[in-house]
């Protein structure tokens, strides 16, 4: 069993800025990729940043290339998203997956873990 556990939204002004934190615990062994997806309502869900075990593979979607941050701490079986630069477009439930696969760092479907996610609102 494995679970996910974000936190760290809330409400903030454009151009003001979250960090947001994404526990995995249970059986942690393994995980190689970690991402943050969000969804914006009547939106599918969209990836945002990913990041490998290793840290040298990341991506970021292009919109907030430049403004997010992601990263990892393996010991602590965490990954963060600080994003900077907001606006009311990144509004969103932000989503963390994990997974064990190796693989495309970008495709929802290739995320087996998932947390309840943690609501990101942007007020102009």
């Known amino acids: 069993q494995v679970q996910v556990v974000e936190s760290g939204g809330g409400l903030v002004q454009a151009g003001g800025s979250l960090r947001l934190s994404c526990v995995v615990s249970?059986?942690?062994?393994?995980?190689?990729?970690m991402a943050w997806f969000r969804q914006a309502p009547g939106k599918e869900r969209q990836f945002v940043a990913a990041?490998?075990?290793?840290?040298?593979?990341?991506e970021y979607r292009s919109s907030v290339e430049g403004r997010f941050t992601i990263s990892r701490d393996n010991a602590k079986n965490m990954a963060y998203l600080q994003m900077n630069s907001l606006n009311p477009d990144d509004t969103a439930v932000y989503y963390c997956?994990?997974?064990?696969?190796?693989?495309?760092?970008?495709?929802?479907?290739?995320?087996?873990?998932w947390g309840q996610g943690t609501q990101v609102t942007v007020s102009s």
């Open positions: 997956g994990a997974s064990s696969n190796w693989g495309n760092l970008m495709n929802s479907q290739g995320y087996e873990y």
């Open positions: 249970g059986r942690t062994y393994g995980i190689y990729k």
């Open positions: 990041a490998d075990r290793s840290g040298r593979n990341i």
